[in-house]
C-alpha cells in the first residue's frame, strides 16, 4: 500500500511545467508572446471589473448597428464575460470566444442563475496573430477589444484583414482600444508614459488606439464610425471616475515589474510615479481623463 501510495504522490511533484505560461514578479504571464499583463485569476478579476465599468461607459456592449446576428466572434475574449453577456442578449446566436488559453475558471460552472454560463456560448483556443481557426464569411459580428498591447505595429494591417476574412458579407467588425491620458497629471501621465516606452521595446505602439477607426478603412471596411469616450480618471468623476482609477492602478502593479526589468526606469521612480497618481486621483480638482475609442465598420 506505503509504496503505492507514495509512487503517486511522485507522479504529482514530476508534474510537467504548463509550456504556455511563465512564472514572472510572482505572477503568472503567457509564455513567448507580446501580450504583457498576468493571465491568473487576479487578471481575470481585474478583466471582469473592466469589463463592468467600460459597459458603463458605453451604455451597452457594442455600437455596430446589427440586428439580430446569427454567429458572434469575440477576439482576445479574456474571461469571456463580454462573448457571454452577448451570448445571454441574444439567445438565438452562436456566440464564440477565442483566446490563447481558456480562463482558469474555464472547465468549472462559473456561477448560478444570472451567473450561469450561456448555453450557446463557446471557447475556443487561437492565437490571432497566426490567424483564426475559422472558414472565410463565419459571423455576422467579430469584435475584439483591449488588444493594443498584444498586436506589434506592422502586425495590425494583417490582423485586421483576419478579422474581414471571418466576417460574413453586410456583417461588422468593432474594435475597442484605450488612447492615452489627457489632461493628468505629472504622476497619471509619467506611469503611463512608461508603458508606452515599456511596450515599444516589444514592437507594440500603446497609442495606436486612435487610429482604429482609420485602421478599419485600411482593412477595407465600409461605413466606418469611430467614438471617443472619455473616461474621468479618479475622484472628480465621481464613481465612474474612481473605478477607472482603481483600473489604472491596478494595471499599474501588475506591469511595474516588466519596466523595472526592461531598464525603462529604477523601481524607486517607478514608485514614486505610482504614488503621485494615487494622489492625483484622489484630489477632487484632478482633472486626468483616458480616452476609450470604439470603431465599427461593414464588410461590403
Ligand atoms: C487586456 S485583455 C482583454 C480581454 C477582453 N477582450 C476584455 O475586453 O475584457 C487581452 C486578452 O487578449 C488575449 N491575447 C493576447 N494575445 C493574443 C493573441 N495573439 N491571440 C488571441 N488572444 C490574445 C489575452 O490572453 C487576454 O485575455
Known sequence: MWPFRSQRRDVVLERMPDQRFRLFA???????????????????????????LLRTGL??????????????LDVGCGSGRWAMEMAAHFPNARVVGLDLVPPPDDAVTIGQGLDARPAN??????????????????????????????????RWLAVIQELVRVTRPGGWVELAECGVPQDGGPGYTGLWQSWIDFLAKRNVDFTVGAHTGQMLISGGLANVQQRA???PMGDWGGRIGRASATDCLAVGKALRAGVIAQNIMTSDRYDALYTRAQQEFAQRQGRGILPFYVAYGQRA
Do not use: C
Not at 478579476?45 to 473592466?50: K, T
Not at 463557446?122 to 492565437?127: E, L, P, R, S, Y
Open 59 to 72: 451604455r451597452g456592449n457594442y455600437a455596430s448597428p446589427v440586428q439580430e446576428p446569427a454567429d458572434i
Open 26 to 52: 510572482g505572477r503568472q504571464h503567457l509564455a513567448a508572446m507580446p501580450y504583457p499583463l498576468p493571465k491568473d485569476m487576479g487578471e481575470i478579476n481585474r478583466l471582469d471589473f473592466q469589463h463592468f
Open 229 to 231: 469616450l472619455n473616461f
Open 121 to 154: 456560448y463557446v471557447f475556443t483556443a487561437g492565437n490571432i496573430l497566426e490567424g483564426l481557426p475559422f472558414a472565410d464569411q463565419s459571423f455576422d459580428f467579430v469584435h475584439q477589444r483591449l488588444l493594443i498591447t498584444a498586436i506589434p505595429s506592422d
